[in-house]
């Protein structure tokens, strides 16, 4: 063969080979290589991410004031002391974070800027196989693993959801996702109406209210809002005692839980007396009639996820003039702000759409198993993680009325422990199968509508896979069932085949 025909052959594609793969860098990615690490240390690791840096959410989302709206004692580690404030803002999130990495020698595991294309499972050699676009050269590379762990979130990062309302190309203004946020976005002395009634609006209104010349917080319905300090008595109260701090984290941490365990508890069981216990939050900020009209949910408590507001700051902008809400539905956007319904107009010069986000299944990855495109719809989930017919794959998806990293947590020591067992019986694949006395079990949504409804999840629900009417092949949502239920799981049981 020549010189010149070699030059002629297309380049090959090197391939880098670990026992287990990590699937981003946000909170359950870094949270999954220190299991890894701490529990396999024998096992060879590596965390794609697509973005430039680690954080995921944290990272992507860059709107004024952005903060957890779930406390830091139990959406932090477990392994990992939280110290400051409960509610935190993204750079106190990304600076914990920081720390878990650099403590734990993490950052050589993790590859930045590594966009997962596809992932082909192959039961003759029992590996997948990822083609991977790198970002900063263009460069498309391939991966194998014996064993894929999905921790990169639920929703699209590259883009926000924008219903489309009729007029919005006459808007003369900016029309701004929180997702997407420009970094040149001058709202000073501005007139802005922030769409939405979630975390997000009620994130973004106190930390821009006091710059613009006015902010309007226009929602469709109310939803539910926490106001309290944003202190934690008990973990002070320890502190001054001077305990430890991973005492504190730990008897902080089951204090908040036991807590929640007990208010979610209460939504469903007394669902008015949880009503009448959130609204009195509320009603400290503000008059009767406001709450009346722009505080009171039609739903029950916790049917959708109930933001915690720190300080009041949404309800003291609202109290001091600098905000206000409209209850309203809008009818067009106009060359000058949005025509309602009711035949309102709101002037704007920003028009900030917090109107939630696009379902992502399991990163957008075309998936394939032994040749054959793979549609997570037509599968059913075991406990929420796994999936039939889907061999050596985890997803984390978190919870809803609890912290995502509790769940994150759990399901690190089943995957070590699921990794082991393999290991010991010398096995090279493990696959979900419905057995013999699920085979005519009731099929369902993955999460039942009528107990958990946002609008992200009403849209995405047939993109997701079903669950049946058994807790095995359930997402249950329910922390204080799984702490339990999830570390006795029988890795024997006749759920997962072996091979």
């Not at 050269?137 to 990169?152: I, Y």
């Not at 539910?224 to 001054?240: K, S, V």
């Not at 290991?423 to 493990?430: E, F, I, P, R, Y």
């Amino acid at each position: 063969m020549t010189a010149t025909s070699l030059l002629e052959r297309p380049a090959q594609t090197r391939t880098e080979h670990v026992d287990v793969l990590i699937v981003g860098a946000g909170i359950s990615g870094i949270g999954g290589a220190y299991h890894l690490k701490t529990q396999c240390p024998d096992k060879s690791f590596i965390i794609l991410e697509s973005q430039a840096s680690f954080g995921g959410t944290w990272l992507t989302h860059k709107y004024p004031g952005v903060r957890s709206d779930s406390d830091l004692y139990t959406f932090g580690y477990r392994f990992k002391p939280w110290v400051n404030a409960p509610i935190a803002s993204s750079k106190e999130i990304l600076t914990y974070m920081n720390a878990v990495i650099d403590e734990n020698d993490l950052n050589r595991h993790i590859r930045y800027q590594h966009k997962i294309v596809s992932a082909k499972w192959s039961t003759q050699d029992n590996l997948w196989t990822l083609e991977v676009l790198q970002g900063s050269t263009g460069e498309t590379l391939r991966f194998t693993t014996n064993f894929l762990w999905m921790c990169q979130g639920y929703y699209r990062h590259s883009e926000g959801y924008t219903p489309e309302w009729q007029g919005m190309a006459d808007f003369k203004g900016k029309i701004v996702h929180p997702q997407t946020w420009p970094d040149d976005l001058d709202y000073k002395g501005k007139k802005v109406v922030v769409i939405g009634s979630g975390a997000t609006a009620a994130t973004v209104v106190p930390a821009i209210a006091a710059e613009t010349e006015h902010t309007t917080l226009l929602q469709r319905s109310p939803t539910y809002f926490i106001p309290g300090r944003n202190a934690n008595e008990l973990a002070d109260t320890l502190r001054d005692l001077e305990i430890d701090e991973n005492w504190i984290h730990e008897i902080v941490r089951r204090r908040i839980l036991k807590d929640g365990d007990a208010f979610t508890k209460r939504c469903f069981e007394h669902p008015e007396e949880a009503r009448t216990e959130i609204m009195a939050g509320v009603r400290a900020f503000l008059s009767e009639d406001e709450v009346q009209k722009h505080f009171s949910p039609s739903y029950l408590p916790w049917r959708q996820r109930i933001a915690f507001v720190p300080e009041g700051d949404l309800f003291q902008g609202i109290k001091s003039g600098k905000a206000s809400v409209v209850t309203d539905e809008i009818e067009r956007f106009t060359e000058t702000g949005i025509l309602l319904k009711s035949g309102q107009t709101l002037e704007a010069d920003i028009i900030i759409t917090a109107t939630g986000f696009n379902l992502n299944v399991l990163g957008d990855i075309a998936f394939e198993i032994d040749g054959k495109p793979l549609d997570f719809a037509k599968t059913v989930t075991y406990r929420g993680m796994m999936f039939t017919g889907v061999p050596n794959l985890i997803w984390v998806f978190g919870y809803f009325r609890a912290s995502w990293t509790l769940r994150a947590d759990l399901i690190g020591d089943f995957v070590c422990r699921l990794l082991k067992h393999m290991d010991k019986k010398g096995v090279k694949h493990v696959v979900p199968a419905l057995r013999p006395e699920d085979k005519d079990m009731k099929l369902m949504p993955w999460i039942d509508p009528e107990n958990f409804n946002p609008g992200y999840l009403m849209r995405g629900m047939h993109l997701l896979p079903q669950s049946g009417d058994k807790p095995d092949w359930q997402h249950t949502q329910d922390y204080w069932r799984e702490k339990d239920a999830l570390p006795a799981i029988d890795l024997d049981d006749k759920a997962f085949v072996y091979g």
